[in-house]
Every structure is written in structure tokens, then in C-alpha cells.
């Protein structure tokens, strides 16, 4: 079966850095897109960056110039470098990926548990 496991998360003063990575693992034909969402309390969840197979990227405005979204197609992980965080970065992040298993002739999304990230003083 195939699994993503976020990690990374944790808790840091508004204007920190946070790195999380979401690492796949399992029996994987080909990774396509992979996507960061987050979900706060009491709000749909949201997209944060996605990055294609080739590279591009597209972030939310809300992030534009503070994430970066990366990808090491050896390891199979997906990375996003959070810079000047602020409270209302607060949420669950999960990562997404479009995966074909080994033995299959489509991708479908798969999705990790999550992992929190909280701003505050």
C-alpha cells in the first residue's frame, strides 16, 4: 500500500521558520503533482502549493513570498519552507499526491495524517 507521512510541525513565534517534508513510501509506479493543504479550526481546508512533476509551482496569495514548495523526486518528498510566519499560518498541514501504484493502470490522490503548525508567542 502506499502511505505519505508529513513531518516537521510544531510550534514557533510569529516571523520563525518552519521546514515540513512529506516523504511516500510504498509500492509506487510514478508520483505526479504534490500539493500542501492546511486546514485551521472552523475553516475549509484550503491549498496552500502545488508543485508538477516538472517543477512548476503555484502558491496561494496568502503565501506568495514567504513558502517555497520543493520536491526530491528520488525521496519520493515533497518540502515546503514556511518563512515569516504569522498566527493566521496556524492550522493542520497535509500534503496530497497524485500516485500510480505498481500494478495499476491510474493515479489517484492520496492524502497523509497531517501535521500542526502553530504561531504564537
Known amino acids: 500500500q502506499v502511505q505519505l507521512v508529513e513531518s516537521g510541525g510544531g510550534l514557533v513565534q510569529p516571523g520563525g521558520s518552519l521546514r515540513l517534508s512529506c516523504a511516500a513510501s510504498?509500492?509506487?509506479?510514478?508520483?505526479?503533482?504534490m500539493a500542501w493543504y492546511r486546514q485551521a479550526p472552523g475553516k475549509q481546508r484550503e491549498l496552500v502549493a502545488g508543485i508538477t512533476g516538472g517543477g512548476s509551482t503555484n502558491y496561494a496569495d496568502s503565501v506568495k513570498g514567504r513558502f517555497t514548495i520543493s520536491r526530491d523526486n528520488g525521496k519520493k518528498t515533497v518540502f515546503l519552507q514556511m518563512n515569516s510566519l504569522r498566527s493566521e499560518d496556524t492550522a493542520v498541514y497535509y500534503c496530497?499526491?497524485?500516485?500510480?501504484?505498481?500494478?495499476?493502470?491510474?493515479?489517484?490522490?492520496?492524502w497523509g495524517q497531517g501535521t500542526q503548525v502553530t504561531v504564537s508567542s
Open positions: 496530497s499526491a497524485e500516485i500510480r501504484p505498481i500494478g495499476t493502470v491510474r493515479s489517484g490522490a492520496y
Open positions: 510504498g509500492s509506487i509506479f510514478s508520483i505526479g503533482a
